[in-house]
């Protein structure tokens, strides 16, 4: 992988953003407004209320994969204040702002009055719900815990290792997505274009969140981490961990039993329906459709139901919406 420059608090951010465009979005989530002419990245910074080392170890970081504890200052040198605000903001703009650009490009991309059209759509809106769902777990718990460390009164007690797995089924629903619409959906003249140019913003959008949770992985709870330890004679024992991890795309082509069971499942079968309709045991069900998610790399009803369709394993007409 090619390496960039480190920068630092005297290099100006004007050549920062010349070099790197993508940080504008980073900008945004400091609070840092433009029109600072050719001022420096620390001058930029104090003028705007940001911790410049915390500023630089995230952009660094995003940049070359830099992480804190590689560098002399390490994560007890960074603001979890100004991380905190960050994160904060970065929610508040892939909530706000992201997930309804890219549902609205989506929408105008496809024939969203066909049941194709409508299963798409259904999926992306589970994509973006399950995104939610999660930003809005750490902004009640995650956030809330992190302010009570930085206020010195930190007595929550719960484990965030329990939610961990919810960033894995979010990446897996977008790579879902992007593969369906790659391999399976026709479309010609504008809406190709139209579907191009929302393709390369969805994985835009996967590059983004990857770097989110990656930020928090690898910035922010090594720096929880590091405030924790002020607060160990306190008896605060609390722990956070990762919250992504990567999903492994499969490439085995599906049995013939396996058609069936997705034909059922398209149908609305329960597991131990299809057993007694195939003639074997609901554990082989059960086994059949952790093969065909693997395979496949879908999770959900609607992407199977798009998957059978375009693989003529059932008729349009006889889906149930």
């Known amino acids: 992988m090619r390496r960039h420059k480190i920068y630092e608090a005297d290099d100006k951010m004007i050549t920062l953003i010349k070099d790197n465009y993508n940080v504008l979005q980073s900008l945004g989530c400091f609070g840092i407004s433009l029109g600072f002419g050719d001022k420096t990245v620390s001058q930029v910074c104090e003028e705007q209320d940001v911790d410049t080392a915390t500023f630089l170890a995230v952009v660094n970081f995003t940049i070359n994969g830099e992480r804190p504890e590689d560098t002399m200052s390490g994560s007890s040198s960074l603001s979890v204040e100004t991380l905190l605000r960050y994160l904060k903001a970065s929610h508040d703009y892939y909530i706000g702002f992201q997930l309804p650009f890219i549902r609205k490009e989506l929408f105008d991309a496809i024939d969203n009055e066909s049941r194709l059209g409508k299963l798409i759509m259904k999926l ?16 009640k718990n995650v956030f809330p815990y992190v302010e009570a460390l ?10 965030i290792d329990t939610y961990s797995k919810h960033h894995s089924q979010e990446s897996d629903k977008l790579h879902e997505l992007k593969s369906i619409i790659i391999k399976y959906l026709p479309s010609d003249g504008l809406h190709n274009n139209k579907l191009s140019a929302t393709l390369y913003d969805i994985y835009n959008n996967e590059d983004w969140l990857r770097l989110h949770a990656e930020v928090e992985d690898y910035i922010f709870i090594p720096a929880i ?13 609390m722990r956070i961990s990762g919250m992504l991890q990567k999903s492994v795309e499969g490439t085995e082509q599906l049995g013939e039993r396996e058609k069936e069971v997705i034909v059922a499942l398209v149908q609305g079968m329960s597991n131990k329906q299809i057993a007694d309709h195939l003639c074997i045991s609901t554990n082989t069900v059960i086994t059949h459709r952790r093969n065909i998610a693997r395979k496949l790399q879908i999770h959900s009803a609607a992407g199977l139901t798009i998957y059978a369709i375009v693989n003529n394993l059932v008729d349009i007409s006889s889906v149930k919406l």
């Not at 930085?150 to 484990?159: E, H, Q, S, V, W």
Request: glycine share 10%; net charge negative.
């Open 124 to 139: 992306y809106d589970e994509y973006a719900r399950a995104i939610v769902t999660h930003m809005k777990y750490e902004e």
């Open 150 to 159: 930085i206020n010195g009164n930190a007595d929550l007690k719960y484990d």
């Open 225 to 237: 981490r590091a405030l924790e330890e002020k607060y160990r004679q306190g008896g605060v024992g």
